[in-house]
């Protein structure tokens, strides 16, 4: 059997994908993924499921709801449509926000080679990246593993 033909257990798909055991089977609730089974009736995830798998958790990446992730592998047009438009507001939005970082160093560093030094406060103001990530979780039952984020912190 080549590594290509290897089938994994939960364990190690979750390990793989770097997703737990619980959200696998939660995918497979949903009949977004379906797991060969042996002889014992033990889950095994093949080529072809760790492929779905990954695409699901490329979909959650992207913060997709399972409702949506159901509709996109449906292959949902309208839905998708959707998941793009918001997807590239994320990104022009991302984008304005590194343009704008991009021209406040640049005005820095034309105060600098103009002899004034920034203040500390104006460089502490170009490492928002340093602040701590938003908590977020899977809600359990009767949400279905919907994603829930919280902001960041007060005083941030």
């Keep these: 059997m080549t590594s290509a033909d290897r089938h994994f257990s939960p364990s190690e798909a979750a390990d793989l994908l770097g997703i737990s055991v619980k959200a696998l089977r939660l995918y497979e609730e949903k009949g977004f993924l379906t797991p060969s089974r042996s002889a014992t009736g033990w889950r095994a995830y093949g080529p072809e499921q760790i492929s779905r798998?990954?695409?699901?958790?490329?979909?959650?990446?992207?913060?997709?709801?399972?409702?949506?992730?159901?509709?996109?592998?449906?292959?949902?047009?309208?839905?998708?449509?959707?998941?793009?438009?918001?997807?590239?507001?994320?990104?022009?939005?991302?984008?304005?926000?590194?343009?704008?970082a991009l021209s406040q160093v640049g005005a820095l560093r034309s105060e600098l080679g103009a002899g004034r030094l920034p203040a500390l406060s104006d460089l502490a103001d170009l490492a928002p990246t340093n602040l701590p990530e938003p908590v977020a979780f899977e809600l359990p039952w009767p949400w279905g593993g919907e994603r829930c984020r919280a902001g960041s912190p007060r005083g941030a």
Excluded: C, P, W, Y
């Design 53 to 100: 798998a990954r695409e699901i958790v490329a979909l959650r990446a992207l913060g997709l709801s399972l409702a949506q992730i159901g509709r996109v592998l449906a292959r949902d047009e309208v839905e998708m449509a959707k998941v793009l438009a918001g997807h590239q507001a994320n990104l022009e939005t991302r984008i304005a926000a590194l343009m704008s």
